[in-house]
Nanobody, 127 residues
Framework: QVQLVESGGDLVQAGGSLRLSCAAS????????IGWFRQVPGKEREGVSC????????YYADSVKGRFTISRDNSKNTVYLQMNSLKPEDTAGYYC????????????????????WGQGTQVTVSS
């Protein structure tokens, strides 16, 4: 059974850091692209960062470039999202997702291209 489990969400002050983890089971990350997405109530889920399966190519939303870093440890079947210089507008539920996404589509980092989802972890940034 394919399963993704996020962890690491917390309440943090603005300017602080968090590292989110996405642990995969039931499949190996070697063959999947992984994306981090976030959603606030009443808004659409948006792509935060995506990483390819083949060459490690990464994508970042403009709003997080220079602050967030996505990485993967295939030996642990885990993907991480290091979030630095957090802002109140980063407050959201964060979700990781996996899928066989082509490099071309990966640059778009769209939720609709991913088909396996975790349950999410809440990040709250206080001002």
């Amino acid at each position: 059974q394919v399963q993704l489990v996020e962890s690491g969400g917390d309440l943090v002050q603005a300017g602080g850091s968090l590292r989110l983890s996405c642990a995969a089971s039931g499949f190996t990350l070697d063959y999947y692209a992984i994306g981090w997405f976030r959603q606030v109530p009443g808004k659409e889920r948006e792509g935060v960062s995506c990483i390819s399966v083949t060459d490690g190519t990464t994508y970042y939303a403009d709003s997080v470039k220079g602050r967030f870093t996505i990485s993967r440890d295939n030996s642990k079947n885990t993907v991480y999202l290091q979030m630095n210089s957090l802002k109140p507008e980063d407050t959201a539920g964060y979700y990781c997702a996996g899928g066989r996404v082509s490099p071309l589509l990966l640059r778009l980092c769209r939720p609709t291209d991913f088909n396996s989802w975790g349950q999410g972890t809440q990040v709250t940034v206080s001002s």
